[in-house]
């Protein structure tokens, strides 16, 4: 069975960092688009980020330059470092992949979701 369970987040001060890791199970081969999506309160789900396989990586605009992401194929691991956040980056934070030879920023393209890990940012 296919699972992701993403971890890291909590609750900092406008400015602090956060590292979010998405461990996978059940898997038989790395996918080649592995993505971070978030989701705040009453809103919809947004794409921040995705690492393709050979790991180049693609962010939004909103946090472009203070986000992070990477993979370890190895450990079936995907991260998300936050440096300089803000309180607009507070989300409920998931992790997914994807098949598509070229990373989506759809979450439609994408499946595995983890339960999702909380991450707020006070000011």
């Known amino acids: 069975q296919v699972q992701s369970v993403e971890s890291g987040g909590g609750s900092v001060q406008s400015g602090g960092s956060l590292r979010l890791s998405c461990a996978a199970s059940?898997?038989?081969?790395?996918?080649?688009?592995m993505g971070w999506f978030r989701q705040g309160l009453g809103k919809e789900r947004e794409w921040v980020a995705y690492?393709?396989?050979?790991?180049?990586?693609n962010y939004a605009d909103s946090v472009k330059g203070r986000f992070t992401a990477s993979r370890d194929n190895a450990k079936n691991t995907l991260y998300l470092q936050m440096d300089s956040l803000k309180p607009e980056d507070t989300a409920m934070y998931y992790c997914?992949?994807?098949?598509?030879?070229?990373?989506?920023?759809?979450?439609?393209?994408?499946?595995?979701w983890g339960q999702g890990t909380q991450v707020t940012v006070s000011s």
């Open positions: 690492v393709n396989n050979p790991g180049n990586t």
């Open positions: 059940g898997y038989t081969y790395n996918p080649s688009c």
């Open positions: 997914a992949r994807s098949s598509y030879t070229s990373c989506p920023t759809s979450s439609i393209y994408y499946k595995y």
